[in-house]
């Protein structure tokens, strides 16, 4: 698949202000500071499409964007703000939670993970937290190029390694970079062929 059109549509702080529609959505979502706006800007090919920060935190609202007229990318808050107040962090668990159990439309959830990292108690539990609650989600370990290739594939290894203590199967994953443009096709690719096994369920 290829993007040929991504146009901001609307934020949201809360979810009866998202927006009314049936198509599908596939929203990303990941710790503080793992590249998450990057890696939207690359798969969109727009550097200023969603707004990237060194400053964790800076995705406070559910953010809307529709790609080819035909789905919906979303950008949502992440978890683990080690500076962000106690309100706050209630709050955005709750938008997050509030999205990921009511949304009917949502076809995916991409939970970032930081491919330099050893594998973090707060990803392993907010994946736990989805396989509980029957949310489909997909893994995309980011910053590839962060690593060396024997680095990365060391590091790989290891973080399937500690999930599958706690999944027999594990669910679909993707090596991604934005500067490298790594995991690009893999991605839109599974989002293009979910969104035909919809179509197909909506036409049965």
Same mark, same amino acid.
């Given at each position: ?30 710790? &503080?500071?793992? *590249? =998450?706006?990057? !890696? +939207? #800007?690359?798969?969109?090919? /727009? ?6 920060? &060194?400053?964790? *935190? =800076?995705?406070? !609202? +559910? #953010?809307?964007?529709?790609? /080819? ?136």
């Amino acid at each position: 698949m290829i993007i040929k059109k991504a146009i901001f549509k609307q934020s949201a702080a809360r979810l009866q202000d998202c927006p009314r529609s049936t198509l599908p959505e596939y929203a990303f979502i990941g710790r &503080s500071n793992v *590249g =998450k706006s990057s !890696l +939207i #800007n690359m798969l969109c090919g /727009n550097n200023k499409l969603a707004k990237t920060s &060194s400053t964790p *935190g =800076k995705t406070q !609202l +559910i #953010n809307y964007f529709i790609i /080819n007229d035909n789905w919906h990318l979303v950008d949502l808050p992440g978890y683990g703000f080690a500076k962000t107040s106690k309100s706050k962090r209630d709050k955005f668990e709750v938008i997050i939670s509030d999205y990921c159990l009511k949304r009917e439309n949502l076809a995916c959830l991409f939970v970032l993970i930081d491919s330099r990292l050893p594998l973090q108690q707060i990803d392993l539990e907010f994946m736990q937290w989805c396989s509980s609650k029957n949310i489909p989600f997909a893994i995309i370990y980011t910053k590839a190029d962060k690593n060396s290739k024997a680095e990365l594939a060391r590091n790989i290894k290891n973080l399937e390694k500690d999930l599958h203590q706690h999944w027999d199967e594990l669910p679909n994953s993707f090596i991604s970079s934005a500067e490298k443009k790594t995991g690009k096709e893999d991605v839109l690719e599974f989002i293009h062929f979910r969104n035909e096994e919809i179509k197909k369920v909506d036409q049965n």
